[in-house]
């Protein structure tokens, strides 16, 4: 009977150590199962967020409003935050709805639309101040823009022309009425040294040369502007280079034009006095016609760009008396020769008469 009793205690006590390493287990399973799934919120801040305004655009011209916004966004699900976050990915958009607004100047609550259910965003600035105006749309003269003390020394523009020379300005009626005039300014004024054509933005301007709202057709005009530059004759000259040719003592140049005109600013103009043309006389050993560029600093410009020069070979006079030896030599070798044959046949002819008589 005692034995049967601790027989029983035995198993009891089996069954208890077993039910505890059955909980042991299954609690650090639940651990480690529910650790990926961290309550720890992440952040994101968005900047330059567009913000999409609803509008009548047929009737109204909208101004005075801050383009995008910044976004702030929070979630514990890290992957949904960084596909928001994305602008690629990003499914959210911040709205600014006028639809039930007239003209004057408003403060608009801006609403984040489509965002994920697993993230949450504050806008900032969360309030977007607008003013609207009935749209009107007018005609007006383009006139070119610049400024004479930012080009070169000397430099003049003396005509200017655009194309087209009118645009169709898009505004709001208030807005149009500060319109001063709708000007191309014309680009990299500081190096205009000689007639050019640009491709120019357009803008409507007040009395204080500040640009105004407005939506321009065309954007863009083509700006021809013709230049009066400083000139100045300047003498050229040869740079000789290379190792001329055996026998060979010096060249002679001859410039079919001898000057060039040089057009640009002033400053440069005053450093220059001779311009020097390098020429390679290496490989000439006969008279030649060469074509060589001007070579000038940018931006100044030379007219003619480019000269025909002349180049002759002058040979020494041992060089040239050998070469009328050696010639000499192979002429009268030629007559000899000649006259070798002539005798030969000569005796042969009168060998043969001999034989016959």
């Known amino acids: 009977m005692k034995k049967l009793k601790q027989k029983r205690e035995l198993v009891n006590l089996f069954i208890a150590l077993l039910f505890s390493l059955v909980l042991f287990f299954n609690a650090n399973g639940t651990k480690r199962q529910s650790a990926p799934f961290s309550s720890e919120a992440y952040e994101e801040t968005v900047e330059e967020v567009p913000v999409t305004i609803v509008y009548n655009s047929n009737d109204y011209f909208i101004q005075g409003y801050e383009a995008t916004v910044t976004v702030k966004l929070e979630s514990i699900n890290r992957i949904q935050l960084n596909a928001e976050a ?36 504050t806008v900032d600035p969360h309030v977007f101040t607008v003013t609207i105006e009935n749209k009107v749309t007018q005609s007006f003269p383009v006139e070119v823009n610049f400024s004479q003390k930012e080009l070169p020394n000397g430099t003049s523009i003396s005509k200017t022309a655009l194309d087209p020379e009118t645009v169709q300005v898009t505004t709001g009626d208030q807005t149009v009425k500060e319109i001063a005039k709708v000007i191309a300014p014309l680009q990299s004024v500081g190096e205009i040294n000689e007639s050019t054509q640009q491709t120019v933005p357009v803008y409507a301007v007040n009395e204080k040369g500040e640009v105004l709202p407005a939506e321009i ?9 013709l230049v009066n530059s400083p000139q100045k004759d300047v003498g050229l000259a040869i740079e000789e280079q290379g190792t001329p040719a055996q026998g060979i003592s010096h060249f002679e140049f001859q410039f079919e034009q001898s000057h060039a005109t040089i057009s640009g600013a002033q400053e440069q103009l005053d450093l220059l006095d001779t311009i020097m043309i390098p020429i390679d006389v290496t490989d000439i050993t006969e008279e030649s016609t060469i074509e060589k560029e001007v070579p000038v600093d940018e931006p100044l410009i030379a007219d003619p760009s480019v000269v025909k020069i002349k180049v002759v070979p002058v040979y020494e006079e041992n060089s040239q008396t050998n070469e009328s030896t050696e010639q000499s030599s192979k002429e009268q070798s030629s007559k000899t020769s000649s006259s070798s044959t002539v005798t030969s046949e000569t005796i042969s002819t ?7 008589n």
């Open 217 to 225: 057709d065309p954007e863009n005009v083509e700006a021809q502007v």
């Open 350 to 356: 009168t060998d043969s008469t001999s034989a016959s």
């Open 86 to 121: 994305n602008s690629e990915t990003r499914k959210f958009k911040v709205v600014a709805d006028l639809s039930e607004l007239g003209t004057g100047t408003h403060d608009v609550p801006l609403k984040v639309e489509n965002l994920s259910n697993s993230v949450s965003a």
